[in-house]
Nanobody
């Protein structure tokens, strides 16, 4: 299982970024994928997840990002995206994608998002 995040960068407050998570090594369409973030000195927090098609493809969002972030998946390309709008300085963190396959938890290497005020 491999997860590779991309799309991070430096953006001004109010701006947008689109993160991508490219997955390989497992039956991508059968598993939920989550996005987490970890700011300096803080615990890693879950911010969004998207279920598999069998799980109706439903989505969940943390209150801190609800209405600003949108998660989506492309099962043909084995990717999950996180569209982040109206970014705030408090969104600054390393963003990770995650999946749980066959009793193992897998993480990508993370991508840095920095929002300047």
């Amino acid at each position: 299982v491999q997860l590779v995040e991309s799309g991070g960068g430096l953006v001004q407050a109010g701006g947008s970024l689109r993160l991508s998570c490219a997955a390989s090594g497992f039956a991508f369409e059968d598993y939920a994928i989550g996005w987490f973030r970890q700011a300096p000195g803080k615990k890693r927090e879950g911010i969004s997840c998207i279920n598999s098609a069998d799980g109706d493809g439903s989505t969940l969002y943390a209150d801190s990002v609800k209405g600003r972030f949108t998660i989506s998946r492309d099962n043909a390309k084995n990717t999950v995206s996180l569209q982040m709008n109206s970014l705030k300085p408090e969104d600054t963190a390393v963003y990770y994608c995650n999946t749980f396959v066959l009793n193992n938890n897998y993480w990508g290497q993370g991508t840095q998002v920095t929002v300047s005020s």
